[in-house]
């Protein structure tokens, strides 16, 4: 693309994140930005267990729709990966890059559940249709906030949505266009293991894989290091591309 063309970036969260997460990052970016909403946050009781893994799409979709914004990097972190990939026929060529964040990065025709090792997947298909999306405080302290001080980690948990489970179980068709890619591998993840992330990467194909030694959440915990690296990935792979 042109040196002088404007681009910017568009976050997607995990799932029961909201996009308050990505502020650390944003903050001082002087890049253009979008952070989109998940469109379950406004329903209310079960309702939002109606809402398919493409009615989420439709809704970000619609969002970036009235973005001023043309062409933009899509930053994907976790199940946010399923959504990104979903997104792809949606936003066509407006897509000139795509960041995974230990992101699940299922193939054509596989859910986020899918990609998981067997053990975990079944259990956590029961427990989704038994206790729904939401874990328990514990669960998610340990899995999500483990490298977090205590008031960033109460916050997560305060702020910790239901998701439907659709989300988890709807497989995705589509595939990310053929973009510049960025993986960044999270070495001391507890959601995504190192091992499902190598997985993840294969059937990713980036152009670089970046590693940090952070838990889940390093938008939290290495927020200027990100920032960085995202920088540096635009500018060296999609605005300056390298051939």
Not at 21 to 29: K, S
Not at 78 to 91: C, D, P
């Amino acid at each position: 693309m042109k040196p002088d063309e404007l681009v910017g970036f568009v976050f997607i969260q995990g799932a029961g994140l909201d996009r308050s997460i990505w502020q650390p990052v944003t903050n001082g970016l002087e890049i253009p930005y979008l952070l989109v909403d998940f469109p379950a946050r406004q329903l209310s009781g079960k309702e939002h267990n109606r809402l398919s893994l493409r009615d989420y799409a439709t809704s970000i979709g619609q969002q970036i729709a009235k973005w001023e914004v043309e062409k933009f990097v899509l930053v994907a972190h976790s199940l946010g990966g399923v959504l990104a990939m979903e997104l792809a026929e949606k936003l066509g060529d407006r897509i000139v890059g795509a960041v995974a964040i230990g992101a699940a990065v299922p193939q054509p025709g596989q859910s986020f559940l899918s990609v998981l090792p067997v053990a975990k997947r079944l259990s956590l298909h029961v427990l989704l249709r038994i206790a729904g999306t939401k874990p328990p405080e514990k669960a998610i302290r340990k899995g999500l906030c483990k490298e977090l001080p205590e008031e960033q980690a109460a916050e997560i948990v305060q702020r910790f949505s239901s998701e439907s489970v659709r989300l988890y179980t709807d497989r995705v068709e589509a595939n990310l266009p053929e973009v510049p890619k960025l993986y960044i591998k999270l070495m001391k993840d507890e959601e995504l293991s190192v091992s499902l992330q190598d997985r993840m990467i294969v059937n990713f194909q980036p152009d670089l894989v970046e590693t940090f030694h952070a838990g889940h959440l390093p938008m939290l915990t290495r927020p200027l290091e990100l920032r960085n690296v995202l920088r540096a990935f635009l500018l060296q792979f999609v605005v300056y591309k390298k051939e």
